[in-house]
């Protein structure tokens, strides 16, 4: 079998680069090694890395719920700023 390489650019939050880069470091693990062994526990289905997988769809269902909250109070704010009756419109 032939061991072929893919390379994968993604674009990480600053401190999470530091964070996660001294964490390697102190551990004398390459950034690309810890990338590796997750990637290979995914494919795998190892337990650990599904359990922080599924956890990731929670948090990401609860980000979408906020941010749909957030809307949902900004258009209704929205809504009675235009039918202020205190504004004193046309008909006041």
Do not use: W
Request: proline share 1%.
């Amino acid at each position: 079998m032939i061991n072929s390489k893919k390379s994968l650019h993604i674009s990480l939050k600053s401190d999470t680069h530091m964070g996660f880069k001294m964490q390697c470091v102190q551990r004398g693990l390459s950034m690309q090694e810890v990338f590796e062994e997750f990637a290979s526990r995914v494919a795998s289905e190892s337990n650990d890395v599904i359990r922080i997988m599924e956890q990731l769809i929670k948090d990401k269902q609860v980000k979408s719920v906020k941010k749909y909250t957030k809307t949902d109070i900004d258009s209704i704010f929205s809504l009675l700023e235009a039918e202020d009756p205190l504004k004193g419109g046309e008909d006041g």
